[in-house]
């Protein structure tokens, strides 16, 4: 239970967050990836929240599996991951909570 609290309290805080940056920048989202790219240094930091993004939806994947859903059902999340990286896992937690075995 404490699990899906901190992800939902975190879920609402980024997502205004992440709302409030799109409101008020001056560049698309797509330009500003496009940017963070064309340096190393920043490139970096992308390619690593990527690859634990890409992570992240293997669990998710693996998860809805292991429940006996259909596939459709994780991927609204996974699209989720796929633009905004963490919103997808954080909803996902905060819908699906936690096995019985109290894994995430």
């Known amino acids: 239970m404490a699990l899906r609290f901190i992800a939902l ?20 989202l797509v330009a ?8 190393p240094d920043t490139a970096q930091v992308v390619i ?14 693996k998860d809805n599996r292991s429940r006996g ?14 633009v905004f990286v963490s919103l997808g896992p954080l909803l996902y937690l905060v819908i699906r909570g936690v096995d019985k075995e109290g894994q995430a």
Do not use: H, K, N
């Open 32 to 39: 500003f990836g496009l940017e963070l790219m064309s340096r």
């Open 69 to 82: 859903s259909s596939a459709l059902t994780v991927l609204p999340y996974l699209l989720l991951t796929a």
């Open 48 to 61: 690593d929240l990527y690859l634990m993004a890409g992570l992240s939806c293997l669990w998710m994947v």
């Open 9 to 28: 309290v975190s879920l609402v805080l980024f997502s205004l967050y992440t709302g409030w940056t799109l409101l008020i920048t001056e560049q698309s």
